[in-house]
């Protein structure tokens, strides 16, 4: 990007999780596991999951709506919707288009971004290239997921590490030296299989057969995910620093995706980030996929945590593979 361009910033930021919470113990009680064992490997406490009909364009819109408030913008003036999630209403209409209709952005274009748990990042950087080309003005980014709905209840290594939520974020343009520095994008679908959803699209429609094997709930390799993640995430944090002639010593805030506690403190000691400068919200929320970052950007605003001038990093890793990381200041 160019000095004389424009760079996209965070406007105004909402948060929408759903009212149930599910503890730890609570899945002790179905499943083989307890509260010590999945808080040591995983660093989960508790987890919201939505009830009866409620749909990932129901938690988008809500949080889309704090979002514009927020940030002091009527929803017909928004140019773009973007939803990043993996687990979209329905395959057709996207779940932005949805969304859109429910927040009032009459004269907003729409569509989804399907890139995992780095769906975030994927979407704040198409943001700003729509408004460093100068096509839009101002662009309404949103995570959302309802990962809930497709977690195997019976899968002890998969089922307690998922959670629902929405983050949204309204993105415009600023003049440097705030706004976005510097992102990197990555993605390998060699290792696609590791993490996949099998069944209901065109490879494998859903049948009897599909339903009775149990193809239409999150399948992962944890193993490899968890390796994996730790070397695409360091090494997108370690690749957005140089392009920015920066190190971990320049970062305020380190935002990473909350997948797993300890894949965050080996990204942040890879980078060599202290602890300290990680915000970390795992315990309660678990992995919320493409909500996780802008949740706990919203988080640390809210508890005065980031403020203005911060230069702030943000970094997730998901399936497909897919990777991205971020820098920006606040």
Known sequence: MTDSAKRATIVGLGTYVPPRVVTNDDFSKTVETSDEWITQMTGIKERHFVDGDTASSDLAALAGKVALERAGVDPPDVDMVLVATSTPDMFFPCTACLAQDKVGAKNAFAY????????????????HQFIAAGTIETALVIGAETLSRFADMTDRNTCVLFGDGAGAAVVQGCDAPRGLLAYHLGGDGKLGDLLKFPAGGTKMPASHETVDARLHYIKMNGRQVYANAVKAMSDSTLRVLEKAGLSGADVDLFFPHQANIRIMEAVAERARL??????????????????????ALDEAVTQGRLTEGMLIGMVAFGTGFTWGAALMRW
């Open 112 to 127: 989804d971004v399907s890139a995992g748990c780095s769906g975030f990042i994927y979407g704040l950087v198409i943001a």
């Open 274 to 295: 202290p602890m300290e400068k990680v915000f970390v919200n795992i315990d309660r929320y678990g992995n919320t996929s493409a909500a996780s970052i802008p949740i």
